[in-house]
């Protein structure tokens, strides 16, 4: 697969190696890229990568002998039986003293498993022997939960050590698109599925049909991806039964807790735990109006699946597998192509919106500095009291509010009447924004009719955006 992307976590990681020392923490779930990106980092440097396995703390001790050896070509260390972490890390530090060398410790969480007193061993070392001896050190793993326990928190042994941390998260919609030659339909729907995950997308490179990779890769029993969310949830979460039910339950629609606990037939002070547990493993999350000032505190909450992977899975495969586990794969294809479109890729539309925004914005081709970028919603999030892409930008006292269409035809001005009855009839928007300029953005994946262009024209505060037939370029009308 081609690296692309991660620009900024590579810039963070040479500052890193540009400084005297460096030690940093590389953590998110598993096929977002973290070793993908190390390696990447690490070429053409002096580096010691070691990727730990779920063995007695001896064997890890002998690989990674094994793997200084290789890389000091001293064969005699092969022959040489070390029991403490602390002679392994001396052996790095004594090698070329004076050239700046990098330690990866990936799936550092594994260690951790096998000898509870690692992390403490660890700061140990990190004080007494590499923090001044010109050594970059990266702790990488994919156990969320342990990483934070054992990496960031406050009582770990290792909190004050680290001088960076990197929550690697998935490509955003415009890297993938910016490096794949898609037409703008097949990249959303791409996307949809995938999320930006780079393992998912690796799936779908050179122009490969969707609905042929889903058939091989997804819908397939013997496919690599068919029970990809047992084995994500399964790692992080011990009995996933009831948060496999709450992410189906959201996966279909339901995302307000009074929903989410009526289909489930749950109170909502039961439910609330499991969802408490499912953010912190990354799985969900809450989402309030751009507007709460104390989003914490909000009863506006709203639970969405953080993986569009996962949604895909609980919405397609999952109420399927019955049929699946006897082979029946067109069954459940037929069954997702009901609403693929116009359903699924047009609820992640939004998402994708708010990241062609953003660019815009980061590239001086929309004239605004975003503090905040989110939704907007008063009760619920119904269709005629939501707003897809609201913006705000406190240096220039205004506010973008946007409406998202993923449809086959071209929009037209009802649709931005629509937009503008929403902000209007909104006492709240109109309190909070009285003296900022409103500037209405449509977005739109099949264009605008003559008489929305014409409108344009006229008006001063409307952004027209859609894909224009030039691959990877965003049109701005």
Known sequence: MIFYGRKEELAVLKEQYAS?????????????????????????KTAFYFLATQEVDSANIAKFVSLIADITKNPLLKKARFESWEDVFSLIANYKPREKKVIV??????????????????????DENLKDKNIMLILCGSLLGMMKKHALAY????????????????????????????GFAQACEQFAVTGGVPKYVEFFENKKNLFEVLRKNVFNRNGFLYEEPVYLLSEEIQSPINYFSIIRTIANG??????????????????????????EQGFLEKRVPITEKNPEKSRKG??????????????????QKSVLDFGNEQIAIDEMNKDFSEKFVAFVYEDICKNIFTELCKKGKIKFSPSKIGSWWQNDINEDT???VFAIDESKKQIFIGECKYHRKPIDIDVLNALKNKCDSSAELQRQF???????GLFSKSGFTKALLEENKKSKNLILINECNCINKISII
């Open 302 to 319: 709203l639970y969405f699946i953080t993986d569009n992977f996962t949604r895909f899975w609980f919405r397609y495969v999952f109420p």
């Open 386 to 388: 939501e707003i897809d």
């Open 254 to 279: 339901n995302h307000k807790i009074s929903l989410i606990s009526s289909q489930l037939g749950m109170v909502g002070s039961k439910i609330t735990p499991y969802l408490a547990t499912l953010i």
């Open 20 to 44: 005297k020392g460096g030690f940093v923490v590389i953590y998110g779930r598993r096929r977002i890229g973290k070793s993908t990106l190390i390696k990447e980092f690490i070429k053409n």
């Open 434 to 440: 009285l003296k900022y300029k409103v500037i209405y």
């Open 105 to 126: 410790i990936d799936e550092f969480p594994y260690l951790v498993k096998n000898n509870s007193a690692f992390p403490s061993v660890l700061q140990k070392v990190w």
């Open 155 to 182: 009582d770990s042994p290792l909190y004050g050590r680290r001088t960076c941390q990197i929550n690697l998260r998935p490509l955003t919609f415009m890297e993938c698109y910016s490096a794949q030659s898609l």
